[in-house]
């Protein structure tokens, strides 16, 4: 699919985001186990400081973004779980910033000056998971497996998802930390080979990469693969097709053919763990949409609300008919601006009706007159109408027979339905209630 692109900040240089007075850093930033508080109520912390203890193998633990006084820990707004626990701290007003990264990564880097067991070691203590959305601890994908060896580190540049550009200008300005975060994961998996994907939409990012590849001691093994300009090559199995070839079975994840993927943030994030021993504690979020004033990509303490972002971006210019965490096709809409960013939020989207209504991301529903469209765009070649419909009957073992847990949310065949249901709603419902109904997530 092509939607619209709307890369409105693609040429907006990432800006830090001073401390706001007030963060809530939730417990659940991750797939897998949620984090235990280590802190209580009127506890001093300080920037950098683990405030979460990782509950399994399976997770990632948390760190305060600032220095301050912890208010309270309790229920917060969480844009995937609807609420969560959170520790929420009063920052003080002399915090530390934490700086923009300042040009410390060179071409001469090199990463044989740490062990890949100091590697994993310091991607698992920084508390790292996958900055594109997914949020899978990063550790967990760089364990060894003597069954199944790694042969491949994909690279996701392609950042297919609508407005959003974070991962771009990433690309363009921290060229070098980028690929000392590669070299270094790619290291710490055991990967013989890497290969950076990147759509042809991006020409500037594309030379940027290869040319500085180029210029690095001990990238001989990497390469910078130009990909087609479509939606959703981002998506990891999508991904692994279109630069490797191979394809990941329904049900199994990367690591059963021998591939691990990482995204750019991601990899910034792990150079500045191992090389620094900083903890995650920023990320780069696209603040963009036609209702925000100052529309660019800012550098973020995690726990920030997103009322806090859109005060620090002049307040919004009209009413935002929706507002998104992440982007368009993917993002979820969110009622609550006192929700936070997390480890996985790349983006802040804030749609006017306008825009919602030429680019179809909300239309009026009418009934289904069974054209198949949603078959035809669907990047797992699912049957998204009759795993809805199922959901909708509460049917979930029906849904299941139709692979439901195999779809991605690419929002695909919402996007091209012509009787505009919102086939990837019902199917996150659905997802939701299976996990529930398994007890794999509170009620």
């Not at 880097?109 to 991607?123: G, H, L, M």
């Not at 919402?414 to 009787?419: N, V």
Request: glycine letters at 10%.
């Amino acid at each position: 699919m092509h939607p619209p692109e709307n890369k409105l900040t693609e040429d907006s240089q990432i800006q830090q985001m001073p401390n706001p007075k007030l963060v809530s850093v939730l417990l659940g930033q991750h797939i897998g186990a949620v984090c235990s508080s280590m802190v209580q109520k009127k506890d001093k912390v300080q920037f950098g400081q683990q405030i979460g203890q990782a509950e399994g193998f399976v997770s990632a633990p948390v760190h305060s973004p600032v220095d301050g006084v912890v208010r309270d820990i309790a229920l917060q707004s969480h844009p995937v779980l609807g609420r969560e626990m959170a520790v929420i701290i009063d920052v003080d007003a002399e915090s530390s910033i934490k700086p923009l990264p300042n040009g410390q990564f060179t071409a001469d880097f090199d990463e044989t000056a740490f062990s890949d067991k100091q590697i994993r070691d310091a991607v698992r203590q920084a508390g790292i998971v996958g900055m594109g959305g997914a949020g899978f601890p990063t550790q967990v994908k760089l364990e060894p497996n003597p069954q199944t060896p790694k042969e491949v580190l994909i690279i996701n540049g392609c950042e297919c998802e609508p407005f959003i550009t974070g991962d771009y200008r990433m690309m363009m300005e921290w060229t070098y930390q980028v690929i000392a975060g590669i070299k270094l994961a790619c290291r710490g998996a055991g990967c013989p080979t890497v290969r950076i994907g990147i759509e042809e939409n991006k020409p500037e990012a594309i030379a940027r990469m290869a040319e500085l590849l180029k210029q690095c001691s001990g990238a001989g093994n990497m390469e910078v693969v130009p990909l087609k300009t479509k939606y959703p090559q981002g998506g990891e199995r999508q991904l692994i097709k279109a630069v490797w070839g191979k394809q990941v079975p329904t049900g199994g994840i990367p690591p059963m053919i021998g591939v691990v993927v990482l995204n750019v943030a991601t990899c910034a994030a792990i150079a500045d763990a191992v090389v620094n021993n900083a903890p995650l504690t920023h990320r780069v979020v696209t603040v963009t949409g036609g209702a925000i004033a100052n529309p660019g990509n800012y550098y973020v303490p995690i726990g920030t609300s997103v009322q806090d972002l859109i005060d620090h971006c002049g307040g919004l210019t009209e009413n935002a008919a929706k507002v998104v965490m992440g982007g368009p096709m993917m993002g979820l809409a969110i009622a609550d601006l006192s929700t936070p960013i997390t480890k996985a939020s790349g983006a802040i989207t804030f749609l006017t009706e306008e825009t919602i209504t030429k680019a179809k991301y909300e239309r009026r529903q009418t009934a289904c007159i069974r054209c198949g469209r949603c078959l035809t765009v669907c990047p797992e070649h699912l049957n998204a109408t009759r795993i809805a419909h199922a959901v909708k009957s509460d049917l979930l073992d029906v849904a299941q027979n139709y692979h439901m847990t195999a779809c991605i949310e690419c929002g695909c065949c919402s996007y091209i339905c012509p009787a505009n249901i919102e086939l990837t709603g019902y199917i996150k419902t659905g997802k939701i209630l299976l996990a529930r109904a398994k007890k794999r997530m509170p009620k």
